[in-house]
T-cell receptor, first 117, second 115 residues
Framework: KQEVTQIPAALSVPEGENLVLNCSFT??????LQWFRQDPGKGLTSLLL?????REQTSGRLNASLDKSSGRSTLYIAASQPGDSATYLC????????????????FGQGTILTVHP | GAGVSQSPRYKVAKRGQDVALRCDPI?????LFWYQQALGQGPEFLTY????????KSGLPSDRFFAERPEGSVSTLKIQRTQQEDSAVYLC?????????????FGDGTRLSIL
């Protein structure tokens, strides 16, 4: 059974710092991996999606890397801002029969990020 | 609408009552997912639809949980004889087609509280 772990569980940093969030998964047979952001009382917003054949994806100040063989992904946030405060969730999309997938995601427990001015 | 819409946003029910939660996916999205998110945890998969067909219901906790998507668009998650452990946020997500290279778009969820 796929298990996804996120470290740290919570992180508090001053504005302007660069930071790294970690995600590890036990089964390397994945189709892709997705990073989400969740604000209190809200649903999930997709930040970055990395296909299993890719090593990294970038969007603005966000960069996500994937090392499938070691079962790890990192989310790098540059020059953090108070508006980045949220819970960040990592989710893996398992590889199904025939090398396809339909998107049944397995999530980590999330990292609660607080960026203070 | 532009995004996934869920209703109601909040639902309070007494133990033993039946509840129905609604999801309106993004128009044209083939895949629809239901997830359950307990407080302080990541979402957990409940069930998956491809159009009107329920292809995976392996995550439904018990036979008190039932989901349908009769016309391949709106979906309803029904919980019968609710228990306190059913209290959670229920999230609906849709994606364009089979999740292949497509991110899932989530609604804001329904927060269910069972008294």
């Amino acid at each position: 059974k796929q298990e996804v772990t996120q470290i740290p569980a919570a992180l508090s940093v001053p504005e302007g710092e660069n930071l790294v969030l970690n995600c590890s998964f036990t089964d390397s047979a994945i189709y892709n991996l997705q990073w989400f952001r969740q604000d209190p009382g809200k649903g999930l917003t997709s930040l970055l999606l990395i296909q299993s054949s890719q090593r990294e994806q970038t969007s603005g100040r966000l960069n996500a890397s994937l090392d499938k063989s070691s079962g790890r992904s990192t989310l790098y946030i540059a020059a953090s801002q108070p508006g980045d405060s949220a819970t960040y969730l990592c989710a893996v999309n398992p590889l199904g029969a025939g090398g396809t997938s339909y998107g049944k995601l397995t999530f980590g427990q999330g990292t609660i990020l607080t960026v203070h001015p | 609408g532009a995004g996934v819409s869920q209703s109601p946003r909040y639902k309070v029910a007494k133990r033993g009552q039946d509840v129905a939660l609604r999801c309106d996916p993004i128009s044209g999205h083939v895949s629809l997912f239901w997830y359950q998110q307990a407080l302080g945890q990541g979402p957990e998969f409940l069930t998956y639809f491809q159009n009107e067909a329920q292809l995976d219901k392996s995550g439904l906790p018990s036979d008190r949980f039932f989901a349908e998507r009769p016309e391949g668009s709106v979906s309803t998650l029904k919980i019968q004889r609710t228990q306190q452990e059913d209290s959670a946020v229920y999230l609906c997500a849709s994606s364009l087609f089979l999740g292949l290279k497509q991110p899932q778009h989530f609604g804001d969820g329904t927060r269910l509280s069972i008294l």
